[in-house]
């Protein structure tokens, strides 16, 4: 399935070289340093024949946390991050290919957080570390992503897994990604007024393929992700006095305790021992992360959406769907269970003490956030045809065929 949709859009894609005379392998390396993780992601291509067009053969993914921006402070440690993940792309790419292989790093909400001398610091560390391996290093190879590009290359990623591109792009998927520090919400709008009431601009993005210009409705929320929004729930967002201070929130077990970091930075929280946790006072500290900030666009209910990164890693962690397998679920069931974690933890306390914050936040956002409705149906997926379902696939596309996403 997914040898045939790579094929099929390798067809529509001129700008593919084709080698002449013999069939060849080739290969590319795309990076995700995101706020959580960094992530190697290594591609293997066929290309068969002048006349024939190359099938993604494989992806071999490998992670490590904390993120890169968790080096804020000591740079050189993003350096020693990406060398020892290209360890994975000097096993999987045989030394023959590695002078024309392409390493390319993308990051995303860790390092757009950051100030912008300390992103760059880690950025140069990363850059060396290319620039001192055997392979390929092109031209703006280690960068920051937009939030645009971010939602736009994973909408490109899941259709192209779907085969949606290819002739009925209509029936195009949504994407639902949830990172740490940022989300983004990508949909292909079937209705002119979708873009027309878009709150900014650049809440519409366009690029070509077919000979077509696709117009999506995209948006990331810089500081709506995950960790960025249990930090906000806590109060703990641009706070001082991390030493001393204890950030306590509803959303936490009462008798809970701990420390807890992102970005980089420790903080100590704790459950309320002064009010009653459970899942009404969670969800009205949790709603001021989505109020006044979340656009609800038209026409949620006329695509379907796909749902993946913390959404897949919580769904799971609740018990609503598969590790493996994912699968679908209504809107109402992130909320149904966001209230039984929430109502339990204090007799039950959940194996992880954040489940009710997060799951409470997931459903907050989906509803009051983008307006989802209850009834609305989520696929909820880590691969699709064994490929990690993220943005770098569409990303390492968009390197080689310059789809010229604005
Ligand atoms: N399966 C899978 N999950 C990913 C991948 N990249 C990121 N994630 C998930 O995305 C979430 C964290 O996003 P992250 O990239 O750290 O945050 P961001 O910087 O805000 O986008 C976690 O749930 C990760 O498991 C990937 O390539 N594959």
């Known amino acids: 399935q997914v040898q045939t949709s790579l094929l099929e859009w390798c067809n529509v894609l001129p700008s593919l070289s084709r080698p002449a005379n013999h069939s060849r ?16 992601h290594v591609y293997t291509f066929i290309q068969s024949g002048t006349e024939e067009l190359p099938v993604l053969d494989n992806e071999m993914f490998h992670s490590v946390k904390p993120g890169l921006s968790a080096y804020a402070d ?10 020892m993940l ?27 957080l950051l100030a912008a001398e300390k992103a760059q610091a880690l950025l140069e560390q990363v850059q060396h570390v290319f620039d001192d391996s055997p392979f390929l290093v092109p031209d703006n190879s280690v960068s920051i992503m937009n939030g645009t590009n971010e939602g736009v290359l994973a909408w490109i990623s899941l259709n192209f897994l779907t085969g949606n ?6 029936n195009a998927v949504g994407i639902l990604d949830l990172g740490g520090g940022s989300t983004q919400i990508t949909f292909l709008p079937k209705l002119r007024k979708t873009i027309e009431s878009v709150p900014l601009p650049d809440y519409v993005a366009r690029f070509d393929l077919f000979n077509s210009t696709f117009e999506l409705y995209t948006h990331s929320y810089l500081g709506s992700g995950l960790m960025a929004a249990r930090l906000v729930t806590l109060g703990a967002l641009g706070a001082e006095g ?13 008798k809970f305790r701990d420390e807890w970091s992102f970005g980089g930075l420790t903080y100590q929280v704790s459950g309320d021992p002064d009010s009653h946790a459970g899942y009404k006072l969670c969800y009205q500290e949790v709603l001021k992360v989505v109020k006044g900030i979340i656009h609800q666009p038209h026409e949620l209910d006329d695509s379907v959406f796909f749902a993946f990164s913390y959404y897949f890693d919580r769904a799971v962690d609740a018990g609503l769907i598969d590790r493996v397998q994912g699968g679908e679920l209504q809107v109402r069931d992130f909320k149904k269970r966001a209230k039984e974690v929430c109502n339990k933890m204090t007799k039950h ?12 936040y997931i459903s907050c956002l989906l509803k009051d956030g983008f307006g989802f409705k209850d009834s609305t149906v989520l696929q909820l997926s880590k691969k699709v045809h064994n490929v990690e379902a993220s943005w770098a696939l569409g990303a390492i596309l968009d390197h080689f065929h310059h789809l010229k996403i604005r």
Do not use: H, N
Not at 25 to 40: H, K
Not at 76 to 83: L, P, W, Y
Not at 94 to 107: G, H, I, N, S, Y
Not at 165 to 170: A, K
């Open 165 to 170: 591109l290819q002739g009925r792009p209509r």
């Open 25 to 40: 392998i080739f290969y590319s390396v795309m990076f995700d340093a995101g706020s959580t993780g960094t992530r190697i």
């Open 86 to 112: 290209l360890r994975v792309a000097k096993k999987t790419v045989p030394r023959l290919e590695w002078k024309r292989t392409p390493l390319v790093l993308r990051a995303t909400a860790g390092l757009r």
């Open 74 to 83: 000591y740079p050189q440690m993003a350096g020693k991050t990406v060398r």
């Open 349 to 360: 306390p959940p194996v992880s003490p954040f489940l009710c914050m997060d799951m409470t």
């Open 242 to 254: 991390l030493e001393w201070r204890v950030f306590k929130s509803s959303c936490l077990p009462k």
